[in-house]
Structure formats: structure tokens, C-alpha cells
């Protein structure tokens, strides 16, 4: 069989990998889709021959395929995110001024434009979470103490006595005015998530668990190499200002 004719018959599988995994996720525009199918395809003929040794046979050909197309995208998902970093015009040094000194309020336009680049950057990461993304989001909201809403949970086909459950430790969390440690705020977390997710993990995993994913964040903001330098702190400030936009722009 001539080179690449082994791929012309998942064509159009490919072209639905490229639209869900690289423009619907807003990585690239829809104007793209051409050429990154062009790049794909070139990398597939590049690599056929090992890609073809691969194959063990174990599930279908285009199932395999489906696996192999889908990790290219994550690449090329992860190298749109660094040519981002790369292309905001800022020295690290500037940036590290913005991220040192996140808590003023006196910013000049310029430095306002690069943090309102790394508001767009963490939008762009948190996209790379499509499954775990709420409950990343719910996570770090308890963390930061910022009002949860029910609807943010993914809470689906849950029995009613189970939604009052979730609402009563809701409440606990919202409840701004009692001091909670991390600890407590981890335990209530890991009893509403084994409620939605049907499991039964310890306090410590799901803190392990959330540890993993925000020094993940942070380090996709900061760039390799390094274009800025979030800590948890300065990471923290930017959250919180993500979530306050982000009301904003449902409010209006």
C-alpha cells in the first residue's frame, strides 16, 4: 500500500479529533483547521512506519489511530501555550515586577495588558482540564474561600437526599464568617465529591490530589522557560481576579 494510504480512510475521524481537541477548546481559530490538518497529516506520514509497528492488533486500527491523532493535539496544544508565553513582548523581569507586586491596583496600561494576557493564558490551561475542570475549579474556590454555587458542582444524576447533603456542606463553605484550616475545608470537599463521584478517598488524597493541579497551573503560567514567576500566592490573586471577570461577564 502506497505511503499515507493507510490514514486516507479516517479522514474525516481526523478532521473531528482537530475540531474538538484544537478550535472548539479555542486553542486555534476555525480558519486553521486546513492547515493544521496539513501538519498532522505530514506528522503521521513522518512517523507511519512506526506508528504502523505499533499496532498490536489489540482493538481496531481506527481506534489506535484515534489515540495517536489525540496525542498529537495535545502537543500541539501544549506548544500553543508556550508560543503564547513567548509572544507577550514582556522581559521576564517585567513580568516578574506584575507577579511580585500582583496586589497593586497601580498597574500602567502596559502591565495591565500582560496581566490581563495571563487572565486569557489560565483560561486557555484550565480548557486543557475538560473532565476535571469544575471540580478544579470548585476545589480552588474552597481553597480561596470564594462562594461556591451548587450549579458549578458537576453533579449529575444525583437522588435528592443527595443534593441536600451537597447543599448543607455547601453552606459550611460559604459561611465566610467561621474560619476554616485547610484541613476542614479538604474534609468537606472530599465527602461532596465522593457523594458525586461515588468513591470513598481520604481527606489526604484530595488535597495530594488539587497540590498536583495547582503547581501543574502554575507552572504552564510561568512558561518554559520561564516567562514569569507565580507562586501560590500571586497565583491565588490571579484566580480570584479570573473568577471576578468571569461573574462579571455572566452578569451583563
Known amino acids: 500500500m502506497p505511503p499515507g494510504d493507510y490514514f486516507l480512510p479516517y479522514s474525516k475521524m481526523i478532521q473531528t479529533i482537530i475540531w474538538f481537541q484544537l478550535i472548539e477548546k479555542g486553542y486555534y481559530c476555525y480558519e486553521d483547521q486546513d492547515e493544521l490538518s496539513q501538519l498532522i497529516y505530514l506528522d503521521l506520514l513522518e512517523r507511519e512506519e512506526n506508528i504502523l509497528s505499533s499496532f498490536k492488533n489489540e482493538s481496531k486500527f481506527s481506534t489506535f489511530l484515534n489515540t495517536v491523532v489525540t496525542n498529537i493535539c495535545r502537543d500541539l496544544r501544549k506548544k500553543r501555550i508556550r508560543d503564547n508565553s513567548h509572544q507577550s513582548g514582556t ?24 496581566f490581563e494576557e495571563y487572565l486569557q493564558k489560565l483560561k486557555i490551561i484550565l480548557s486543557t482540564y475538560p473532565k476535571n475542570r469544575p471540580k478544579i475549579f470548585v476545589c480552588l474556590k474552597a481553597l480561596y474561600r470564594l462562594l461556591i454555587l451548587l450549579s458549578e458542582l458537576p453533579t449529575c444524576d444525583l437522588k435528592a437526599n443527595n443534593h441536600k447533603l451537597i447543599q448543607d456542606w455547601l453552606v459550611s463553605l460559604n459561611d465566610f464568617s467561621i474560619d476554616m484550616t485547610d484541613q476542614e475545608i479538604y474534609s468537606v470537599l472530599t465527602q461532596i465529591f465522593n457523594h458525586i463521584d461515588g468513591t470513598n478517598k ?7 490530589w488539587i497540590e498536583d493541579r495547582i503547581r501543574e497551573i502554575i507552572s504552564l503560567l510561568n512558561g518554559n522557560p520561564p516567562q514569569a514567576s507565580f507562586d501560590k500566592e500571586t497565583f491565588k490573586f490571579l484566580f480570584e481576579y479570573y473568577c471576578k471577570k468571569k461573574e462579571e461577564v455572566l452578569q451583563n
Not at 522581559?91 to 500582560?114: A, K
Not at 481520604?202 to 495530594?208: G, S
Open 91 to 114: 522581559t521576564r523581569e517585567e513580568s516578574n515586577f506584575i507577579f511580585n507586586n500582583i496586589m497593586s491596583v497601580d498597574f500602567t496600561p502596559d502591565q495591565q495588558m500582560v
Open 202 to 208: 481520604t481527606n489526604d488524597a484530595i488535597r495530594k
